[in-house]
């Protein structure tokens, strides 16, 4: 079993939709990162948090240490947010699930 | 600020061959690592470093070198190119603690 597991694999919606894109882990640690992949693109860094809720423009990610349980949503959705998104967890090294493809139709 | 970066973008390389994959960052960030993505896989580390003069192994470290004789630069060998070898990597750099990672563009690497 992944020590990340994300869901769904692959997700399909409409502009303009409400996205949410879960991550679940299975050990403590010590921060979840949330990372962005544009096709044939760098990754870049979305949020890190370690408790509560963060807030970027369209982008909101929580997580719930309890339940090692995390999620990152996308308000209005658009195209240009058409990418993989990727859940790691900090556990002295960085471990990372296998992403979620997320294309938007315009 | 440059960042993180990764030359060359793109290589082919025939199996047997050597290559080095070069990294460097101009954020004095400690922490810096190679990581290969493979479909269906994920990101995997391959070796990190904490500082200058430390490496150390990650998950999947056979076949690959590194060195880090400066803080700025951080170069991944391949001793003797496979076909397994054949992934996009991607090396990153942080500062110490829980701090956000910043990656380079990736290098897309074919082994023929």
């Known amino acids: 079993k992944n020590e990340v597991e994300q869901s769904p694999q692959n997700l399909t919606a409409q502009e303009g939709e409400f996205i949410t894109i879960n991550c679940s882990y299975s050990?403590?640690?010590?921060?979840l990162h949330w990372l962005q992949q544009h096709p044939g693109g760098g990754i870049v860094s979305l949020f890190m948090?370690?408790?509560g809720k963060k807030k970027h423009g369209r982008l909101i990610a929580t997580i719930n240490i309890q339940e090692k349980h995390s999620s990152l949503h996308i308000t209005a959705s658009h195209p240009r947010d058409s990418a993989v998104y990727i859940c790691?967890?900090?556990?002295?090294?960085?471990?990372f699930g296998q992403g979620t493809r997320l294309t938007i139709n315009p | 600020n440059a960042g993180v970066t990764q030359t060359p973008k793109f290589q082919v390389l025939k199996t047997g061959q050597s290559m080095t994959l070069q990294c460097a960052q101009d954020m004095n960030h400690e922490y810096m690592s190679w990581y290969r993505q493979d479909p269906g896989m994920g990101l995997r580390l391959i070796h990190y470093s904490v500082g200058a003069g430390i490496t150390d192994q990650g998950e999947v470290p056979n076949g690959y070198n590194v060195s880090r004789s400066t803080t700025e630069d951080f170069p991944l060998r391949l001793l003797s190119a496979a076909p397994s070898q054949t992934s996009v990597y991607f090396c990153?750099?942080?500062?110490?603690?829980?701090?956000?990672?910043?990656f380079g563009d990736g290098t897309r690497l074919s082994i023929l």
């Open positions: 948090l370690s408790s």
């Open positions: 050990v403590g640690i010590s921060a």
């Open positions: 990153a750099s942080r500062k110490a603690g829980d701090q956000p990672q910043h």
């Open positions: 790691a967890v900090t556990i002295g090294k960085l471990v």
